[in-house]
C-alpha cells in the first residue's frame, strides 16, 4: 500500500475531512506543531501585519483566519481591538492562549474550520489571512470565500497575505496575481493587490508574496 493510500481522510480529532494540503502532506494541520515550531511560525508577528496595524488599517473588531499560534492576532489585540484567532489546530491554539497569559494580552481563540466560517455566526470589520489562501486548491477557495462573505461585515476590509508566484525562491504553492482576483467576485471590491513577503523560518528574509485589500460590499 502506497503512503498515499494511507493517508486518513479525515482529521481524527475533529472528524472534518482533510484539505487538499493536508492529503498532499499526509497528516492534519495540527501535526505541524507537535514537535516545535511550525514552519511558518516565526515567533512573532509578519512584518506587514505590523506595518497595517502601524498604519492605522485594522480597525474594529478584527477575526484572524488560520490564526496558528496566535502571535498576528496578539499583536492587534496588544493594541487594543477586540480580536477572535480561529483554527483546526487545536495545539497551536493552546500555544496561542499560552502566549495570551504571559503577555497579559486579552484576546480570543476558539477551534473552527476555515472552509466553514459561517458557523462562527459572527461579523467583523477587518479580517486578516496570512498564509492561508494559498494553502487551498480551487474548490477550497470557493468555500473558503464564501465563507469569508458570511463573516465579513458589509464595508469590512480582508487582508490577503499569501505565498505569491513572483521574484526568486517563492514559496509553496504560489498564487498569481490573476487567481487571487478571480477568487473574489460579486460581493466583493479588490482595492489592491501589492508585492510584499512572508517570513517563513526556512526563508527568514521573506519569501514573495501578495498583499491584497479586498473590501467587502
Excluded at 87 to 111: C, H, M, S, Y
Excluded at 166 to 183: I, N
Aim: hydrophobic share 40%.
Amino acid at each position: 500500500m502506497s503512503e498515499r493510500s494511507r493517508t486518513p481522510a479525515e482529521d481524527p480529532l475533529s472528524g472534518r475531512p482533510l484539505t487538499s494540503h493536508e492529503r498532499q502532506a499526509g497528516e492534519p494541520w495540527d501535526a505541524s506543531y507537535h514537535d516545535g515550531p511550525a514552519p511558518w511560525d516565526i515567533g512573532g508577528p509578519q512584518p506587514a501585519i505590523v506595518r497595517l496595524a502601524a498604519e492605522g488599517a485594522i480597525t474594529g473588531t478584527v477575526l484572524d483566519a488560520g490564526c496558528g499560534s496566535g502571535d498576528n492576532a496578539l499583536h492587534v489585540a496588544s493594541l487594543g481591538l477586540k480580536v477572535l484567532g480561529v483554527d483546526v489546530a487545536v495545539t497551536a491554539l493552546e500555544i496561542a492562549r499560552g502566549k495570551a497569559r504571559e503577555r497579559g494580552i486579552e484576546a480570543e481563540f476558539a477551534a473552527a474550520d476555515a472552509l466553514r466560517l459561517e458557523t462562527l455566526g459572527r461579523q467583523f470589520e477587518t479580517v486578516l489571512d496570512c498564509g492561508l489562501f494559498h494553502a487551498f486548491d480551487d474548490k477550497e477557495r470557493l468555500e473558503y470565500v464564501a465563507g469569508l462573505a458570511s463573516v465579513t461585515a458589509p464595508g469590512g476590509t480582508l487582508y490577503v497575505l499569501c505565498f505569491g508566484d513572483h521574484g526568486q525562491e517563492p514559496g509553496p504553492h504560489p498564487v498569481s496575481r490573476e487567481e487571487l482576483r478571480a477568487a473574489f467576485g460579486l460581493g466583493w471590491d479588490v482595492i489592491a493587490i501589492e508585492p510584499d513577503l512572508v517570513q517563513t523560518r526556512q526563508q527568514p528574509d521573506g519569501a514573495p508574496a501578495w498583499l491584497a485589500t479586498i473590501k467587502r460590499a
